[in-house]
């Protein structure tokens, strides 16, 4: 990556803020579910308090509907990052405010402290320049390790490195975006590009940039149904974006003219109603009746798909090939990430929701690679700067 990195400047004795990803799910007891995204940040922490840092760690944690609900704080986040780094990690009581800027002045090189969730303030989604400039009050490094997030413009991400005098990226960011440009911009072949999700207006970009480069589409999910519809095909009650038909139209003739395999299912689940007791049927994609919808790809398809990625040399993933958290719907995206679990190829998991259906059927750890944020890796898939990058240091040649 252009942008500078954590390792290339000095740490020693400086303030320095880590913007994390800890956006971590919880049980409804309170306790963390799964923790993957705070052992991924933990070389970049490690490496600032191993450098005599005084670390501020920042996060946000959901999306808090009402004034700092109790159920989103990073309570259990501070008690998790204390058992993993074996040193005491004290969350602040708010992310700005005179307390909070007595335990930072209170650090000492190789300490850290972990402030509470940012989006308990409305100036964090705003990117509120007051609320930035507090947030990066005595601040002389700032890292962003926080690669789920970096295609947002939020304060914390975006807005906080004009206060700060060094911006720089930590390794997990670093990581995601080498992975993504090394493989997108001189990628092995065959390269095959699955694509699910819900919509194709939310697809559009990857679609597009990728059909320059790959061999083949394999596409599902709700989005299957308007590449379907722009074929002439019924496709009964099932999720349809009208207004896309023509785009999906010429998506297809771009693949077909550039020789790129463009491969939609045969058949789909197809159910009454979006639910696991729901009256269930597999049915060759032209048979879906009037009044049901397609929720799945079917297992012809599934067949037809392993024949396609048999041969490939790389895999980018990104969106669920049906209503996978439904276990009725759920088959379709298990078996094709079952395929890819024992493949030879190099394959990538686009995060978010396909990084989840992985972790479901226990394929994660025979993934290549999985990203820690599937909006972010959706705009580096379309050929996007992410907006938390633009605003970090270059590295000099």
Known sequence: ??????????LSGKRVFIRCDFNVPLGTDGTIADDSRIQRALPTIKHALQHGAKVILASHLGSPKVERDPTKSLAPVARRLTKLLGTDVPLAPDC???????????????????????????GEKKNDAEFARGLARGVDVYVNNAFGTSHRRHASMHGIAEYCPVRVAGFLVRDEVDYFHGVVDAPRHPFVAIVGGAKVSSKIGVLEHLVEKVDAFLIGGGMMFTFLAAQGIEVGKSLLEAEMVDTARAIMAKAKERGVG????????????????????????????ADRMGLDIGPATVQAFDAVLKDAALVVWNGPLGAYEYFAFRSGTAHIAHILGASSATTIIGGGDTADAVKRVDEADKMSFISTGGGASLELLEGKVLPALEVLDIASA
């Open 262 to 289: 463009f491969h939609l299912p045969v058949d789909c689940v197809i159910a009454d109603r979006l639910a696991d007791d729901a009256d269930v049927a597999i049915v060759e994609v032209g048979a879906i009746p």
């Open 96 to 122: 700005i405010g005179p307390e909070v800027e007595a335990m930072i002045d209170a650090l000492r090189p190789g300490q850290a402290v972990l402030l509470e969730n940012l989006r308990y303030h409305a």
């Open 1 to 10: 990556m252009q942008q500078r990195t954590v390792d290339q400047v000095e």
